[in-house]
C-alpha cells in the first residue's frame, strides 16, 4: 500500500462492510447508513497513521481496470499482531483476493501473539480459522440505557495525552500488550476518563454519544465502573448505543448492560492465536 492509495482502500472497505451490513442485518434493525464523510476523514487518518508505522502490515489487491479491489491491514505493538482492516468490493470476493490479501498481512508476523475482531461474514472468519486462530463467537450489547440504573462513580477523572504512559502500564495489565502510539491518535479522536485507585486501575475511549470505543483495566470492578461511565454519557433520547467483541470473558459487561437495559446479539467473533482471550479489555476494531 502508497499513501495514494488510502482514499482508495476506505472506499472499498467502505463499501464492502455496507454491503455485508446491508444483506446480513436483522430485519427489525434500523437500515444501515454508509460511512458518513465525517467518519471517512477519521477513518483516513487513522489508516495514515498506520501506514506510517506498519509499512510492511499495509497491503492492496489491484486490478488494472478496477483499481484496488482489496485490502488488508496488520499492526504489530510490543509483539502482538492485530488486523485493522481486511475487505475485498463485493464483485471480487470469494474468487481468492482475501487469502493472498491476508496471508501478506499476517507475513509481517508470522508467529506469536495475534487477535483478530472477526466480522460475521463466514468468508472472514473461516480464513482465520485456516490461518490457526482459536474462534471465539461475540455478542453486541445495544439498547437506550436507563438513566435510573445509572450509579454514582466517585473514582473516574478526565484524562489526556499525558496519561499515555498509565495506559500503557494498564494495557499490559488488561491485553497483554500496551497500544503505544496508537493512544496519540485514539487520545485525539475520543473522550477519554480513567481511575486510579491503589492497584486498581483503568481508562475508557468513549464515542462523542456514549458507550465505549476501548476500555483497559486491571480488574473487573474498576471495568464495570468505567463502563458505567461511559454509558453514562448517552443521552437520554439516544437509543442507539451499543458496542461489540463481547465473549464469554465478558461476563462482567454483561451485569452492566442487562441492568442499563440493553439487550444482546450475536456479532461476529474474537480469533486470537497464541495468547488467551481478552477479559478485563474491550477492544477497538481499529486499534484492537
Ligand atoms: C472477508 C473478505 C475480506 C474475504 O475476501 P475474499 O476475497 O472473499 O476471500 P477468499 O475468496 O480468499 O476466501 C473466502 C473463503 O470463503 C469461502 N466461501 C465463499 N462463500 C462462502 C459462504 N457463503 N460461506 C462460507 N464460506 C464461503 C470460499 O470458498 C473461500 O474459502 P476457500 O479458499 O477455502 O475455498 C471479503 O469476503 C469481504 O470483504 N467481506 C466483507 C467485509 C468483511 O467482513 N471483512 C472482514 C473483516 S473482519
Not at 25 to 36: D, G, Y
Request: overall charge negative; proline content about 7%; aromatic content about 10%.
Amino acid at each position: 500500500m502508497e499513501y495514494d492509495d488510502v482514499p482508495a482502500v476506505e472506499r472499498v472497505t467502505g463499501q464492502a462492510f455496507h454491503t455485508l451490513d446491508v444483506e446480513t442485518r436483522p430485519a427489525n434493525w434500523p437500515p444501515p447508513q454508509p460511512r458518513s464523510p465525517e467518519r471517512a476523514k477519521l477513518w483516513i487518518s487513522r489508516l495514515e497513521h498506520l501506514l506510517r508505522h506498519d509499512p510492511g502490515g499495509c497491503w492492496v489487491a489491484a486490478d488494472q481496470a478496477d483499481g484496488v479491489v482489496g485490502a488488508a491491514v496488520a499492526l504489530v505493538r510490543e509483539g502482538l499482531w492485530g488486523l485493522s482492516t481486511f475487505a475485498v468490493l463485493p464483485g471480487w470476493q470469494a474468487q481468492g483476493t482475501g487469502k493472498r490479501l491476508l496471508e501478506a498481512a499476517l507475513s509481517y508476523s508470522p508467529t506469536g501473539p495475534g487477535v483478530i475482531c472477526s466480522s460475521h461474514d463466514p468468508k472472514a472468519v473461516r480464513r482465520y480459522r485456516l490461518a490457526g486462530f482459536d474462534i471465539h463467537p461475540a455478542v453486541m450489547l445495544a439498547g437506550s440505557v436507563r438513566r435510573d440504573a445509572l450509579p454514582v462513580l466517585p473514582r473516574l477523572r478526565d484524562g489526556g495525552a499525558d496519561d499515555i504512559e498509565l495506559l500503557n502500564e494498564i494495557d499490559r495489565a488488561s491485553r497483554g500488550h500496551a497500544h503505544g502510539v496508537d493512544h496519540e491518535v485514539m487520545v485525539s479522536q475520543h473522550r477519554l476518563v480513567v481511575i486510579e485507585s491503589g492497584s486498581a486501575r483503568g481508562y475508557c475511549y468513549i464515542y462523542a454519544k456514549g458507550s465505549p470505543y476501548v476500555l483497559s483495566a486491571t480488574d473487573v470492578p474498576t471495568a464495570q465502573q468505567l463502563l458505567w461511565a461511559s454509558l453514562a454519557e448517552t443521552s437520554p433520547d439516544d437509543d442507539d448505543v451499543s458496542f461489540g467483541d463481547m465473549t464469554a470473558e465478558h461476563l462482567w459487561a454483561f451485569d452492566v448492560g442487562f441492568p442499563a437495559g440493553l439487550g444482546i446479539y450475536n456479532e461476529g467473533f474474537m480469533c486470537f492465536r497464541d495468547m488467551p482471550a481478552w477479559s478485563t479489555y474491550i477492544p477497538s476494531g481499529h486499534f484492537l
